[in-house]
């Protein structure tokens, strides 16, 4: 069996399940850690201005964070299944995920280039929280979309 697919259709994907779920945790953690923020500044964890770009109101942010924890939950519970809707997919959307997670992350990189370029005291890790997340989901699409374009049971 080629590593990274199923063809039992049974039993976990092995190793996409191991790095969905990592990319599904984190991205659990800093939602959360966020949703802390909003509330009680605590010591462990960096200010709520840290967590937030301001692009959206958070109020709108939230629960658009929690849908995509639920997809992303869905995601890793069929990988660790072997079955269920996300498991296969038209080798053209493994296609479109591929590139758009390239396109994703790259367009991160360079918003960290140009956040450091103009505010260069925030190096390295200060008020840059939100594009290492779209980092990480950027990773979970190309992690899902390696699967879908290995995947021979793919349509």
């Given at each position: ?40 500044p ?11 770009s ?81 980092m ?5 699409l ?14």
């Amino acid at each position: 069996m080629t590593q990274g697919m199923n063809n039992s259709n049974q039993g976990p994907i092995f190793p996409n399940v191991v790095f969905l779920s990592i990319f599904a945790l984190l991205f659990v953690f800093r939602v959360v850690g966020q949703w802390v923020v909003s509330f009680q500044p605590v010591s462990f964890l960096p200010p709520m201005e840290e967590w937030y770009s301001g692009l959206l109101p958070y109020p709108i942010l939230l629960p658009i964070q929690i849908v995509i924890i639920v997809i992303m939950g869905k995601v890793v519970m069929d990988f660790w299944n072997g079955r269920g809707y996300f498991i296969t997919a038209p080798k053209k959307g493994g296609v479109f995920l591929k590139w758009f997670s390239y396109i994703y992350f790259l367009s991160m990189v360079i918003r960290y280039i140009v956040t450091m370029w103009i505010h260069p005291e925030r190096r390295w890790f200060t008020g840059t929280i939100p594009i290492w997340f779209h980092m990480v989901l950027a990773s979970f699409l190309f992690t899902l979309s390696h699967h879908y374009l290995r995947n021979e049971n793919s349509r």
